[in-house]
């Protein structure tokens, strides 16, 4: 059964950092590129970032670029995502979804049960 279990989310004043993580089985992790996505409180979802099964290529979107740092540590089956600088309207429940394939281009596949970030003061 494949399991994506988010942490570290929580309550944090606007210009701090959050680190959130994502540890993934019941699959070979290695195998397949993850993303993160997100929902602001009463929006729809927003696409944050994606990364390949390797590691080595990533892509944010454009909103988020400088702030925002996606990573993987394929030997600890474990998807990150740094958050550095967080504005209010980074406030979300931020999830963790494994992609069909290997590259950041695949279908979503499996979602995680989210974590919560909220920015404020």
């Known amino acids: 059964e494949v399991q994506l279990v988010e942490s570290g989310g929580g309550l944090v004043q606007p210009g701090g950092s959050l680190r959130l993580s994502c540890a993934g089985s019941?699959?070979?992790?290695?195998?397949?590129?993850m993303t993160w996505v997100r929902q602001p409180p009463g929006k729809g979802l927003e696409w944050v970032s994606a990364?390949?099964?390797?590691?080595?290529?990533?892509t944010y979107a454009d909103s988020l670029k400088g702030r925002f740092t996606i990573s993987r540590d394929n030997a600890k089956n474990t998807l990150y995502l740094q958050m550095n600088r967080l504005k209010p309207e980074d406030t979300a429940v931020y999830y963790c979804?494994?992609?069909?394939?290997?590259?950041?281009?695949?279908?979503?596949?499996?979602w995680g049960q989210g974590t919560q970030v909220t920015v404020s003061s």
């Open positions: 979804v494994k992609l069909k394939g290997p590259v950041r281009a695949a279908d979503f596949d499996y």
């Open positions: 019941g699959f070979t992790f290695n195998n397949f590129a």
């Open positions: 990364i390949n099964s390797g590691g080595d290529s990533t």
